[in-house]
């Protein structure tokens, strides 16, 4: 049993900063990659970012990349994503995910999921 839990969201203005984090807890050898994915109101829920399983390897959809920052803390059981010159269009549910691979983009892809934490930029 694995468990995953979001936190950090919040309400910021467009150009602030927030980070978002992803504590997990159970059977964490068996969780290869990390990912953040978001959904929007109506709209389906999207790759935002991605972590291999020791940090050396990131990758980042093109509508944040230079934006956001993903990273791990493995002794900490936790995975981070920095998010900086926010933008309306970033508002969204945010989602931690564990998978077996990095490299995928797909929700379907990821075998376990946080609860989400709301993310609202105004302008």
């Known amino acids: 049993q694995v468990q995953l839990v979001d936190s950090g969201g919040g309400l910021v203005q467009a150009g602030d900063s927030l980070r978002v984090s992803c504590v997990i807890s159970?059977?964490?050898?068996?969780?290869?990659?990390m990912a953040w994915f978001r959904q929007a109101p109506g709209k389906e829920r999207e790759f935002v970012a991605s972590?291999?399983?020791?940090?050396?390897?990131?990758y980042y959809a093109d509508s944040v990349k230079g934006r956001f920052t993903i990273s791990r803390d493995n002794a900490k059981n936790t995975v981070y994503l920095q998010m900086n010159s926010l933008k309306p269009e970033d508002t969204a549910v945010y989602y931690c995910a564990a998978g077996p691979s990095a490299t995928m983009r797909g929700a379907d892809r990821y075998d376990y999921w946080g609860q989400g934490t709301q993310v609202t930029v105004s302008s």
């Open positions: 159970g059977r964490t050898f068996r969780i290869y990659a």
């Open positions: 972590i291999s399983w020791s940090g050396s390897s990131t």
